[in-house]
């Protein structure tokens, strides 16, 4: 008898490995003639229901979020919450890729069934590309384990044994600074180490984002860019931003790539976490949108309190329209929730002066309604970007957050 059960119990992994590395599907929902910025829907076999563009990924360490426990996630918003962003080098120091295939891959191994995976090898807090000592073997990477390097086949003997929903192919992300060698180098790597990955994927590349890396050079990523269009790839995911270049170059260079790309696949983005950085790639195209923002937020004790109304404007008692500092002493005796409408967990049962506390005695317990609170917030921030686009005011909603940010800091540099 136990025989059998575990005969049952291993089809139904199977069956499970099987349907969670089925295609995905991805289709445009509404297009700004004239515009780049769009709005899709990815369809992704775990979710209940497809996941409305652009949005955001959730970083996660082992493949939950950094503070919100599994029985805590239904509490920020679903759909816009199901889909997680993991790194295959978080789990160097873990299992090892067979034990974790033997278990059923990632969804198993962390117990989400009705969530979504995208894997990619960079993610901006734990592992970080170190450009200096990748070469033509493989990429490097400081990691929890030191610094590694990262050879294709390493990389997809890690991907395969967790099986996510996407994944993004080994890439040789170089910062702004670097020469045009060096950018040139990167690209050829990095197309290289594509066609190493896709040869090694044994599910036939139905799942895989081609990396597009380039630097701060056009012409690079325009290279990269159109080499990785011909290969059999399901999406794109640009690396290398967030690494040194500047706000007013950052748009040149995405639409640069974005218009080479087929309009039909989704786009990623890793390294573009500020609002309006998430608004600049929106307007080049960007669908999905892998960010540090609410971990670094979180961690420092803010709470993000800019509207989410386009017509709204909020600041508050320490001067700041976009978030506050609840380590401050102003909120010990506040007893008012961190915004007054949000329907957040956190903000339905708890006040500030009670996070102040928590903080304060250094309880996890703040860290975890925060990024309960700033995930919340951040989700319903693209799903107002979502609403401009199909409305056909997004021009004006970008236009109208970047002059709010402007005229804060003007006033701020004015009276200090």
Same mark, same amino acid.
């Given at each position: 008898?136990?025989?059998?059960?575990?005969?049952?119990?291993?089809?139904?992994?199977?069956?499970?490995?099987?349907?969670?590395?089925?295609?995905?599907?991805?289709?445009?929902?509404?297009?700004?003639?004239?515009?780049?910025?769009?709005?899709?829907?990815?369809?992704?076999?775990?979710?209940?229901?497809?996941?409305?563009?652009?949005?955001?990924?959730?970083?996660?360490?082992?493949?939950?979020?950094?503070?919100?426990?599994?029985?805590?996630?239904?509490?920020?918003?679903?759909?816009?919450?199901?889909?997680?962003?993991?790194?295959?080098?978080?789990?160097?120091?873990?299992?090892?890729?067979?034990?974790?295939?033997?278990?059923?891959?990632?969804?198993?191994?962390?117990?989400?069934?009705?969530?979504?995976?995208?894997?990619?090898?960079?993610?901006? +807090?734990?592992?970080?590309?170190?450009?200096?000592?990748?070469?033509?073997?493989?990429?490097?990477?400081?990691?929890?384990?030191?610094?590694?390097? +990262?050879?294709?086949?390493?990389?997809?003997?890690?991907?395969?044994?967790?099986?996510?929903?996407?994944?993004?192919?080994?890439?040789?992300?170089?910062?702004?600074?670097?020469?045009?060698?060096?950018?040139?180098?990167?690209?050829?790597?990095?197309?290289?180490?594509?066609?190493?990955?896709?040869?090694?994927?044994?599910?036939?590349?139905?799942?895989?984002?081609?990396?597009?890396?380039?630097?701060?050079?056009?012409?690079?990523?325009?290279?990269?860019?159109?080499?990785?269009?011909?290969?059999?790839?399901?999406?794109?995911?640009?690396?290398?931003?967030?690494?040194? @270049?500047?706000?007013?170059?950052?748009?040149?260079?995405?639409?640069?790539?974005?218009?080479?790309?087929?309009?039909?696949?989704?786009?990623?983005?890793?390294?573009?976490?500020?609002?309006? @950085?998430?608004?600049?790639?929106?307007?080049?195209?960007?669908?999905?949108?892998?960010?540090?923002?609410?971990?670094?937020?979180?961690?420092?004790?803010?709470?993000?309190?800019?509207?989410?109304?386009?017509?709204?404007?909020?600041?508050?008692?320490?001067?700041?329209?976009?978030?506050?500092?609840?380590?401050?002493?102003?909120?010990?005796?506040?007893?008012?929730?961190?915004?007054?409408?949000?329907?957040?967990?956190?903000?339905?049962?708890?006040?500030?002066?009670?996070?102040?506390?928590?903080?304060?005695?250094?309880?996890?317990?703040?860290?975890?309604?925060?990024?309960?609170?700033?995930?919340?917030?951040?989700?319903?921030?693209?799903?107002?970007?979502?609403?401009?686009?199909?409305?056909?005011?997004?021009?004006?909603?970008?236009?109208?957050?970047?002059?709010?940010?402007?005229?804060?800091?003007?006033?701020?540099?004015?009276?200090?």
């Amino acid at each position: 008898m136990l025989s059998i059960l575990n005969n049952l119990a291993n089809r139904a992994l199977a069956k499970t490995g099987e349907r969670e590395a089925e295609a995905m599907k991805f289709g445009i929902k509404a297009w700004r003639n004239g515009g780049r910025e769009r709005v899709g829907s990815l369809d992704l076999v775990n979710n209940n229901a497809a996941i409305e563009t652009p949005a955001l990924v959730l970083t996660t360490r082992k493949g939950l979020p950094t503070y919100i426990s599994p029985d805590l996630l239904p509490s920020v918003a679903s759909p816009d919450s199901c889909l997680l962003q993991a790194s295959p080098l978080h789990f160097l120091d873990s299992a090892s890729p067979k034990t974790i295939s033997n278990i059923g891959g990632l969804h198993q191994l962390v117990s989400l069934h009705g969530y979504s995976f995208t894997a990619a090898p960079r993610d901006s +807090i734990l592992c970080l590309p170190e450009y200096e000592s990748t070469n033509k073997m493989g990429a490097s990477f400081e990691t929890t384990c030191g610094r590694r390097l +990262i050879k294709p086949a390493e990389y997809m003997e890690l991907v395969s044994a967790l099986n996510p929903n996407l994944w993004a192919t080994l890439a040789d992300e170089v910062p702004a600074w670097v020469s045009e060698k060096r950018n040139k180098t990167s690209v050829d790597r990095t197309v290289r180490w594509l066609d190493e990955c896709i040869a090694l994927d044994k599910v036939g590349s139905r799942n895989v984002l081609g990396a597009i890396v380039g630097g701060s050079s056009i012409e690079q990523r325009v290279r990269c860019a159109e080499e990785v269009t011909r290969r059999n790839v399901s999406g794109y995911w640009l690396g290398g931003f967030g690494l040194g @270049e500047t706000i007013d170059e950052r748009p040149a260079l995405l639409c640069a790539v974005t218009d080479i790309l087929p309009t039909e696949r989704p786009r990623q983005i890793s390294g573009l976490d500020l609002p309006e @950085e998430v608004l600049q790639g929106v307007a080049s195209g960007i669908d999905l949108f892998n960010s540090t923002y609410i971990y670094h937020l979180t961690l420092g004790g803010y709470a993000l309190t800019f509207p989410l109304n386009r017509n709204e404007r909020r600041i508050s008692d320490e001067g700041n329209d976009i978030k506050i500092n609840l380590k401050a002493t102003i909120y010990r005796k506040d007893t008012s929730p961190i915004i007054d409408d949000c329907r957040c967990y956190t903000c339905q049962n708890h006040t500030r002066a009670y996070i102040n506390h928590l903080i304060n005695v250094h309880e996890m317990l703040a860290q975890i309604l925060l990024e309960i609170h700033n995930t919340h917030h951040y989700l319903g921030f693209f799903r107002a970007i979502r609403e401009a686009i199909k409305e056909g005011e997004f021009d004006l909603f970008h236009e109208n957050f970047v002059q709010s940010r402007h005229d804060h800091m003007t006033a701020v540099a004015a009276n200090s």
